[in-house]
């Protein structure tokens, strides 16, 4: 993860993890504390299943931008691609952001940050990617791109990350895989937390990933191996609308403008597309 102030007063956070798929973080800084002039800062930060942290250098607006980690594919079957999350927030200078680059969905990272275990051995829901205000606490969570659920049986795929909704996988055998939603989670999962798969009788479930609500985990139906993949997280933008659940902490001023929700069955995961244009031609910014 690299971040600079760039001409035009800009910081960029930008994460690409090998083997662990792409997230990003884009901080865009309107400073109101100094005139004219760029500076330049660089700081590196890689996924290491740690909670991570950026202090503002500059009073302004930044722009907030994550990918949900996408899942491996496993035998040629893939699992859920990540979602995409942006917004615009205003930081005084000095305040401190936190910040959850998620793992994917393998023996080594497991999902970090949400993804849950699956049926099968060392394969797990990728990890919600997501920036907090004031505490580590899931409540104070502002802004979440939701990761991908895993694969199920040898040929199910899992669904994508969230966006406002998760992608479900129910198309297939076994129960369980629906998608996180904006104020319920899936099958087994929980609130941040996808829901496990289970292995029963050659029946392998896919797991959940993780998100704003985790999605949903698969439960075989214990005939063959034939059981479905594993639903995706949501993601979330925290707005005067947006859904807050009993107990939500974060004060109304880091309340964010210029959203965008993509699920992960959407969004071009090349770098080599401007992203931002392709989401304005597409009219998502509220």
Same mark, same amino acid.
């Given at each position: 993860?690299?971040?600079?102030?760039?001409?035009?007063?800009?910081?960029?956070?930008?994460?690409?993890?090998?083997?662990?798929?792409?997230?990003?973080?884009?901080?865009?800084?309107?400073?109101?504390?100094?005139?004219?002039?760029?500076?330049?800062?660089?700081?590196?930060?890689?996924?290491?299943?740690?909670?991570?942290?950026?202090?503002?250098?500059?009073?302004?607006?930044?722009?907030?931008?994550?990918?949900?980690?996408?899942?491996?594919?496993?035998?040629?079957?893939?699992?859920?691609?990540?979602?995409?999350?942006?917004?615009?927030?205003? %930081?005084?200078?000095?305040?401190?952001?936190?910040?959850y680059?998620?793992?994917?969905?393998?023996?080594?990272?497991?999902?970090?940050?949400?993804?849950?275990?699956?049926?099968?051995?060392?394969?797990?829901?990728?990890?919600?990617?997501?920036?907090? +205000?004031?505490? &580590?606490?899931?409540?104070?969570?502002?802004?979440?791109?939701?990761?991908?659920?895993?694969?199920?049986?040898?040929?199910?795929?899992?669904?994508?990350?969230?966006?406002?909704?998760? +992608?479900?996988?129910?198309?297939?055998?076994?129960?369980?895989?629906?998608?996180?939603?904006?104020?319920?989670?899936?099958?087994?999962?929980?609130?941040?937390?996808?829901?496990?798969?289970?292995?029963?009788?050659?029946?392998?479930?896919?797991?959940?990933?993780?998100?704003?609500?985790?999605?949903?985990?698969?439960?075989?139906?214990?005939? =063959?191996?034939?059981?479905?993949?594993?639903?995706?997280?949501?993601?979330?933008?925290?707005?005067?609308?947006s859904?807050?659940?009993?107990?939500?902490?974060?004060p109304? =001023?880091?309340?964010?403008?210029?959203?965008?929700?993509?699920?992960?069955?959407?969004v071009? =995961?090349?770098?080599?597309?401007?992203l931002?244009? +392709?989401?304005?031609e597409? &009219? %998502?910014?509220?």
């Amino acid at each position: 993860m690299d971040i600079y102030v760039k001409e035009k007063n800009t910081v960029l956070i930008t994460v690409d993890e090998p083997n662990i798929g792409q997230q990003v973080y884009t901080l865009n800084v309107n400073r109101g504390d100094v005139g004219d002039g760029a500076q330049s800062i660089a700081t590196d930060y890689v996924y290491t299943g740690k909670v991570q942290y950026f202090t503002t250098p500059y009073t302004g607006n930044y722009q907030l931008e994550a990918w949900g980690v996408k899942v491996e594919t496993v035998a040629e079957v893939p699992g859920g691609l990540g979602g995409y999350a942006t917004g615009i927030v205003p %930081l005084k200078k000095g305040e401190e952001i936190i910040i959850y680059v998620g793992g994917a969905g393998n023996s080594l990272a497991r999902g970090w940050n949400g993804g849950a275990s699956s049926g099968t051995s060392n394969v797990y829901g990728g990890g919600a990617s997501d920036i907090r +205000v004031e505490s &580590d606490s899931l409540f104070n969570r502002i802004l979440v791109a939701g990761g991908g659920g895993s694969v199920g049986a040898s040929n199910k795929p899992g669904g994508a990350g969230g966006g406002i909704n998760g +992608v479900s996988r129910t198309e297939s055998y076994g129960s369980g895989g629906q998608g996180g939603t904006q104020s319920s989670a899936g099958n087994y999962a929980s609130f941040g937390v996808g829901g496990a798969g289970s292995y029963y009788k050659d029946g392998r479930g896919g797991a959940g990933g993780g998100g704003r609500y985790g999605g949903g985990g698969v439960y075989p139906d214990y005939s =063959r191996d034939d059981d479905r993949g594993g639903g995706g997280g949501s993601g979330y933008v925290y707005t005067d609308k947006s859904y807050k659940p009993s107990g939500y902490a974060p004060p109304s =001023r880091f309340m964010l403008k210029d959203t965008a929700l993509l699920s992960g069955n959407r969004v071009c =995961r090349t770098k080599k597309v401007d992203l931002h244009k +392709v989401i304005k031609e597409m &009219d %998502l910014f509220a």
